[in-house]
Structures are given as C-alpha cells and as structure tokens.
C-alpha cells in the first residue's frame, strides 16, 4: 500500500526541491495528497509546483503557506527558477486555502498521513497552532539539522523557532540533516541523462536545473530533499538514531544550531545514508 503525503516546500530556490517533487510525483510507493509551499515570494513558488505537476497530466492541489518566518522575516529575493513560467500561463490547482488549513483538513480525512518537510518549517509549526493533536495524526520527515558538525543548516536557520516548537510538540520528527544528505551528490552522467529526456517533466526539471546553475555557478545537485522522501520508501537506506534534539534561539554566532542533548528523545535523527542505494532508488524513481 502506498504512503499518503504532502509536501512542504520552497522550490524555486535549490534546485533539489523540484527534484524532490518529480521523485514523490512518480514514486508508486507514495501518494501525493497535496503541494504546500512556504518562505518568501510563496506565490511563484506555488506556480512552480503547479507546473511541474501538470507536466504529468495531474493535478495535485497547491497551496500557498507563509512568506515570513514566525518572527515576522520575509525574505525579498524572486527564485531563480522563475524564469521557466510565462506570462499569462493558468494554473488551476492552486487553492485559496492556505496551506495550514490543507494540511488539517486531510490529516482529519487520512490515517496515518505523512508530512514531508523540505523548507523552512513554519507552516509545519502553524499548522501545529490551529490544529489541535496534529501530532497524533500525522508523522513528520524533515530535510533539516546538521548534527555531527557545528553549523546552522539553511532551513532550520530561515526560522529556528518553528523547528523548537516542532520538537516540542510531540511530533517526534526523523531529521535528515546535511550529515547525510552532503554525500548524495547527482552523478554527472545522470544531470546528462535529464538533460537529453525527451519527457515533458524532465526537460521542465532541466530547464529549472539551468536557471539554478545560472544562479549559483554549480552544475551537480546535491539531492537533500529526494533523500528525506526516499526514506519513506527505503528504510535501509539511512541508519537513525532517536535521540533529544534542540535548537539553538539566542546565540549571536550559534543561532539555527541543532545540538543534540541528554533527555528524553523528541526526535530520530540519521547518523549514515547507503548512497549507491539511495542514487539507484532515485534513477529508477525519476527516469
């Protein structure tokens, strides 16, 4: 049976979120409920999702989450992948509902939903606010944390305080962190292969992939977000360990830090990742 999800992100920015979307579209194991985005211009990030998906002839709801961190930091930047929307296009599966409402509405409808966190997670803690026992209906994976290395990793960074509520909330999270998902680096040969596909999906993913190497300079995706949607299918492929997990609010140099602590645990964290295995399950998955 397949697993019912949703997806929080910020695709637009990284280019592995719309891989992370191609990967949980055409995935038999999963079962795609809905698309919530969050962080910034949350609108062009909607269309994004909302273009891709109708490359495979669907139509998954979107819905637009929060542009700010909870403490009220929007971010002013367009994503860069932009560029591959054209004026005047229609995108009909976007909702009006905001994303904390979708997310509360099918965890009322579904046992045992799964919530796939790839972006900051402020509309993971809204929901958590206007929804009563959401921890008790859902299960949360989440791109997120750093663990074994001293740094703020880029989602937990963008609002730390949605991550402290998360972990607080019961939900007891498996964080894929930057330890792991750093070694899952798309081989050159498969950035090739996409590139050539003559599938509507992978030459709309290309072209994402062009704009973000235009931005960055990079021209290899390291596939983080895919890994946190492959764990779903594969459990083989990280090792995790449960433990307490905080994160660091105050420090002027330290603040988005994920420090693992003695407690009692609140979240699994992944200590190792099978690439070649992870890779395969992608390749096969994608293409």
């Known amino acids: 049976m397949s697993k019912r999800i949703i997806l929080d992100t910020d695709i637009g920015d990284d280019i592995d979120d719309a891989f992370a979307l191609l990967f949980a579209l055409k995935c038999s194991e999963l079962e795609l409920e809905a698309v919530t985005v969050v962080w910034g211009d949350v609108e062009t990030r909607a269309k994004l999702a909302s273009k891709l998906i109708s490359t495979l002839g669907l139509k998954t709801p979107v819905a637009k989450g929060s542009p700010q961190s909870l403490l009220g930091f929007k971010p002013g930047w367009k994503p860069c992948q932009a560029e591959v929307l054209k004026r005047d296009e229609a995108f009909p599966n976007i909702l009006e509902t905001p994303a904390w409402n979708i997310v509360s509405e099918k965890a009322c409808e ?44 880029y ?5 730390p305080e949605a991550l402290s509520i998360v ?14 998902t750093m070694r899952c680096v798309m081989p050159v040969d498969m950035v ?32 983080h977000d895919p890994l946190a949607l492959a764990t779903l ?3 083989k492929i990280v ?17 988005g830090f994920t420090v693992l602590t003695n407690g009692s645990p609140n979240a699994s964290v992944c200590l190792s990742v099978d690439v070649d295995r992870f890779l395969k399950l992608f390749e096969e998955v994608v293409f």
């Open 110 to 153: 579904i046992d045992g939903l799964h919530l796939v966190s790839i972006g900051p997670m402020t509309n993971v803690a809204l929901t958590l606010f206007f929804k009563h026992g959401l921890e008790k209906r859902v299960s949360l994976t989440s791109m997120a944390g750093v663990f074994k290395s001293p740094g703020a990793e």
């Open 233 to 235: 299918v594969d459990d």
């Open 239 to 255: 090792k995790v360990e449960k433990t307490r997990v905080e994160v660091e609010l105050k420090g002027e140099y330290t603040r």
């Open 192 to 223: 090739e292969k996409l590139k050539v596909s003559g599938k509507p999906e992978h030459r709309l993913v290309s072209a994402m992939l062009e704009a973000w190497t235009g931005s960055t300079g990079f021209r290899q995706p390291v596939l």
């Open 167 to 180: 972990l607080k909330s019961g939900l007891n999270p498996l964080l894929v962190g930057l330890d792991v």
């Open 155 to 159: 989602n937990v960074k963008c609002d």
